[in-house]
């Protein structure tokens, strides 16, 4: 584990200057709405989560990977994060068997809502995971159903404080068992005022209580239903993050990045010119851009 917490960037304040990540957008299909979530193909002007330029199949993603490592020593992990979520993805857990096999030494994280991740842990770890972040946003049912719209378990659509409920159970019950089997788990809130703002911090104390490593407390991007919310500012981002150190350590070096970020931290590229560099040759497209 503490070789992933010195190369993990997500993990790692010191390691996001030194190595980077590529995410493969391989995970086009949700299992819940979010009513702050817009999923986005072929949009490079937008970088948040949820964005892509394209969704891949298995031989496309792991092409991506072999010409990253080739092209960046310093890619140490390949994640998986959307456009939607990866456990109601096939794909996903194909491209992660695929690349454990022929990249053993790379990190593969997911990240996910954690509403199947106590049903596909097994499978995960099988897949060769071994990191994860889990969104959680709320502790009450009450406060999840306004974040919520539905969510949809095993072909049953649940609406309401029914969603929330199920959902909510799912994600502790999910991040338990991924630390209890090993893993190096990180959860991501994000910070919606006037919602969310008191049970932050429970997250953070129950989270940390249960042996997740780390927290990724973000600002919500007004957007889809909460288009018309404003997000914290730095002042208060800051004293949240304070907050809630006193539970768990705090990352605030995260860029919310795209579905198909990658790179270092800070200095992305665009995965699709890499390829192109990569067919054409490097020397010939500096002479052409």
């Not at 857990?93 to 996910?112: A, D, G, N, W, Y």
């Not at 509403?115 to 994860?132: F, H, T, V, Y």
């Not at 350590?249 to 860029?255: E, F, K, P, V």
């Amino acid at each position: 584990m503490n070789d992933i917490m010195k190369t993990h960037p997500c993990f790692s304040r010191e390691a996001h200057h030194k190595y980077g990540r590529i995410h493969l957008p391989v995970a086009p299909e949700c299992n819940i709405q979010c009513r702050y979530c817009i999923r986005k193909y072929d949009c490079a002007n937008e970088s948040r989560p949820g964005v892509s330029s394209r969704v891949l199949d298995v031989d496309e993603a792991v092409e991506r990977v072999h010409v990253a490592v080739e092209r960046d020593e310093r890619i140490r992990v390949v994640g998986i994060a959307g456009p939607g979520d990866p456990l109601s993805n096939d794909a996903a857990f194909e491209v992660m068997r695929v690349i454990h096999k022929k990249f053993p030494e790379l990190i593969l994280c997911i990240s996910t809502n954690g509403l199947l991740l106590p049903d596909k842990l097994n499978e995960l770890i099988e897949a060769g995971l071994r990191s994860l972040t889990i969104t959680i946003n709320a502790v009450n049912a009450e406060t999840a159903a306004k974040i919520y719209s539905h969510a949809i378990y095993n072909n049953v659509i649940y609406r309401g404080t029914d969603a929330a409920d199920l959902l909510l159970g799912n994600q502790w019950l999910g991040l338990k068992m991924a630390v209890e089997s090993g893993l190096l788990v990180k959860v991501n809130s994000i910070y919606i005022p006037g919602i969310n703002d008191s049970e932050i911090p429970e997250i953070a104390r129950l989270a940390g209580g249960m042996g997740a490593s780390i927290m990724n407390i973000t600002s919500i991007i007004p957007q889809a239903e909460f288009k018309d919310l404003k997000g914290p500012g730095y002042e208060m981002m800051a004293k949240m993050r304070k907050r809630c150190s006193q539970y768990i350590s705090q990352m605030s070096h995260c860029r919310q990045c795209r579905a198909d970020a990658l790179g270092v931290l800070g200095e992305d590229r665009d995965m699709e010119l890499e390829m192109l560099f990569a067919k054409i040759g490097d020397e010939y497209t500096e002479m052409i851009v």
